[in-house]
């Protein structure tokens, strides 16, 4: 079963600008984490946020959390050729299990 | 760094053979599973392991099995693969059960049955 809902599915933007992608789930949560994925590979973690905080940085990532939207949203800044990734929430199921959504495909022009 | 290696990267099979995905960590992690990846489906689990020996149903268990000898090893079994099995493989570990922990991941194996 999906929680999060990423948005938008695809974002093509030019080298520098900034990247917002979203996401929304649905029940509620201890946290939230975001992943990267280049093409064909496995998936990296970037940034987990807890419930009780409301935004978070790390390097060039910004990530907030609103709870009572059910939605958080990555925001990628100054991008670079290699942020071109496809970017994943995820979410708590059961039993601490993770709960993904389909991705926003990202890809950065030059 | 955590390192999560999977076996093959690309594995062609055939209708109905036996197939074995093969997944090491080398940082004694607990907790080890295996999931799918298809196109606008996200990640799908299928299988995972909280301990040697131990194993729990994910979401899509159905056609596949696992085995826990090692700690460090966790492997995903197709008893007869079918077509409708071809797909993105991803195997993760985490350190331990709990809300926040955050999982480390192979760089997948893409299985295509034909």
New interface residues.
């Given amino acids: 079963?999906?929680q999060?809902e990423e948005d938008p599915q695809a974002l093509s933007i030019q080298e520098g600008e900034n990247a917002t992608m979203n996401c929304s789930y649905k029940t509620s949560i201890?946290?939230l984490?975001w992943?990267r994925q280049n093409s064909?590979?496995?998936?990296?973690?970037l940034i987990?946020i807890?419930s009780n905080e409301r935004e978070k940085h790390s390097g060039r990532l910004r990530v907030t959390l609103d709870t009572s939207k059910k939605s958080s949203s990555l925001l990628i800044t100054a991008s670079r050729a290699a942020d071109t990734a496809s970017y994943?929430c995820a979410t708590?199921g059961s039993?601490?299990?993770?709960i993904?959504?389909?991705?926003t495909k990202l890809i950065i022009k030059p | 760094d955590v390192k999560v290696t999977q076996s093959s990267r690309y594995l062609v099979k055939r209708t109905g053979e036996k197939v074995f995905l093969e997944c090491v960590q080398d940082m004694d992690h607990e907790n080890m599973f295996w999931y799918r990846q298809d196109p606008g489906l996200g990640l799908r689990l299928i299988y995972f392991s909280y301990d040697v020996k131990m194993k729990e149903k994910g979401d899509i268990p159905e056609g596949y099995s696992v085995s826990r000898e090692k700690k460090e090893r966790f492997s995903l079994i197709l008893e007869s693969a079918s077509t409708n099995q071809t797909s993105m493989y991803l195997c993760a570990s985490s350190a331990s059960t709990g809300p926040n922990e955050k999982l480390f991941f192979g760089s997948g194996t893409q299985l295509s049955v034909l």
Avoid: T
């Fill in positions: 079963s999906q999060g201890n946290n984490q992943y064909g590979r496995g998936l990296v973690h987990l807890r994943f708590e039993n601490y299990q993770l993904w959504g389909a991705g």
